[in-house]
């Protein structure tokens, strides 16, 4: 039977250990609601602790997971909710230490991320990649912790069971030739044939590609789009690359 204790002050220790998780990068991450909770004990995440308020006790019970259960009032869990609209309960799991690999020389399809930093738009690729069938994510430069709230409900919980890798300039020239992505050059939609493998590119939501990362792309794909509109954001673009890979034409 789980160990339930109360907790009844907004100062209480473990409370404010929690408002920090929300804040910055610790041994432990918070998961928030039934759904995204039970991908990531699903996929072997550890699951440390549940914390709910009386309304989530239907919820905690469904999901009959042994672990510690925290109650507290609905105030001081609205404080330490990792979402605008809380949806509970919240999970404490503990961080694991080899989640994302270094990238080497393999076959396979991928999507490279080039210095993108933003959690949410980094959760919508990471989903779109995994919803088109594509062997792993690679980040190259600087990204966001794959384990921040927004990018964990972004993805809507296939970052934990997605292949995920960090590459240099050196194991990439040793990898899958490079794909650019770019507007106004390269061959089109639908007439642009995808090779076996590959690391398709995309850039940072402000700046592009990095020269780099351009600098080693061996071709470039273009979505045709009408002339009123200069580029597609970098999650919609990659919606429709990936649909075109997965569904390619005769």
């Not at 939609?189 to 493998?197: E, G, Y």
Request: aromatic share 8%.
């Amino acid at each position: 039977m789980n160990t339930i204790k109360e907790i009844r002050s907004a100062q209480n220790p473990e409370v404010k250990w929690i408002r920090k998780l929300k804040r910055q990068r610790d041994s432990h991450f918070l998961v928030e609601g039934p759904k995204l909770l039970s991908q990531a004990v699903s996929v072997g995440m550890e699951l440390e602790t549940l914390w709910m308020a009386d309304e989530h006790e239907t919820a905690v019970r469904e999901l009959g997971f042994k672990t510690s259960i925290r109650r507290v009032p609905a105030s001081v869990y609205d404080s330490i909710s990792p979402t605008k609209v809380a949806q509970g309960p919240i999970g404490v799991f503990r961080r694991p230490e080899r989640f994302v690999k270094s990238f080497e020389a393999c076959t396979g399809r991928f999507l490279l991320l080039d210095h993108v930093q933003d959690p949410g738009n980094a959760g919508a690729l990471i989903r779109a990649a995994a919803a088109f069938g594509l062997d792993g994510l690679v980040w190259f430069g600087d990204h966001p912790d794959l384990f921040h709230h927004a990018l964990i409900r972004g993805s809507a919980g296939t970052v934990f069971s997605l292949n995920h890798f960090e590459a240099d300039l050196e194991a990439l020239e040793a990898g899958p030739p490079l794909l650019g992505t770019d507007a106004t050059r390269g061959r089109e939609l639908p007439a642009f044939k995808w090779p076996d493998s590959f690391l398709i590119c995309l850039g940072n939501e402000g700046h592009g590609l990095t020269p780099n990362i351009e600098g080693m792309c061996s071709d470039f794909v273009s979505i045709p789009i009408s002339p009123n509109v200069e580029s597609l954001n970098v999650a919609g673009a990659a919606h429709v690359l990936l649909y075109s890979i997965k569904n390619p034409l005769p």
